[in-house]
């Protein structure tokens, strides 16, 4: 953790933020870059709209480097389904459904605290399944986007965190995206799965799997990837 961004920021380059302070536009990456450091950012960008949008606006305005720590995006069976969806082996994709969900164990402190994590789950592990989910739709034009959450109803009102949440984005043409994302489900190991379909196949994460038509015959295939 950065506790203290205005000092850090004298003596440290680059930064990397895995937390932010309670309330306010400033959640102290604005104040990085403007310093002259390059920053890494764990999701999300900020805990509300105003945050985020001051994040974007130093990023731009600054000559410094702003990376949101997206990890998956580098996974080697990610990148090898991202080249496959490109070659159009699979045809359009029309739906991508993606889950991940953690056997037992929800985190306490500022996770789920609404007021400083700015939301739960999904915000904080669902957004890299969601990232992948987009990139998969290859720019698709996103007409709607609507969600359910779930949350503890012991939990204060105004700090309370989703716990789980369901979240279906609608596209241009009928195509879909459906993200579920949960902490504590009870489940006997933890559950980290993608789905990627298309006109003429269809792929699975993880590990990669596709069965796809090929000359009209079904294929199943296993691609063997570099660790």
Known sequence: HIQNCRNATEK?????????PEGGEDSGVPVALRAGKHVLCEPPSGINVAQ?????RAARESSRVYVLALPRRHDPAVMHLERLIESDIMGRITHVHATVAKREGRPEGWHTDRRRSGGGALLHFGTHLLDLSLRFMRGATIER?????????????DARAEDAATVLVRFA????????TAWAQHLESDCEHIEVIGERGRATLWPLRLVIEIEGTRSVLQPQLDA
């Open 12 to 20: 440290t380059n680059p930064i990397e933020f895995d937390n932010f």
């Open 145 to 157: 986007v609507s969600a359910v959450t779930r949350s503890r109803p012991s939990d204060p009102v």
């Open 173 to 180: 043409g009928g195509r879909s995206a459906l993200v579920e």
């Open 52 to 56: 985020a949008e001051a994040v974007a």
